[in-house]
């Protein structure tokens, strides 16, 4: 039982605990966004998609500056240097979502109810890496 407690304290410390949370409302600006968009808009899926990627990716960058890592840039060249580095990973990670999603969705014929939530899910384990050791190392 103790080592289950020292493995807990270990693992969930207030920066994961943090990007979990602030993952989850990321996640959530992403499916929200999709959802609407196919739904209330009718806009095509792989469209509605890109555009969820987007606006979640502007969403993270500021909720992981501010409250997860709390970096401490101390001029504008490092600031944006920083946002670059966290833009070239969530590219990575959007090029990585909307392949799989394709082909999920219109490959494999994967309804998006699950094919969405479950690539959002590995892009969300996959941005904590980028962003812990190369966005905002």
Known sequence: MELIKKIKEKLLTREIKMYLIFGVLTTLVNLVTYFVLVD????????????????????AYFTNTYIV??????????????????????????VFEAVGFFIMFDVMGITDIISKPFITFLVIVMNYFISKYFAFK
Do not use: A, H, P, Q
């Open 40 to 59: 209330t808009f009718n806009i095509e899926e792989n469209t509605s998609n890109i555009i969820g990627i987007i606006l979640s990716i502007l969403f």
């Open 69 to 94: 890592f709390k970096t401490k840039r101390s001029n504008i060249k490092e600031r944006i240097v920083e946002f670059f580095k966290f833009i070239l990973g969530r590219g990575f990670t959007m």
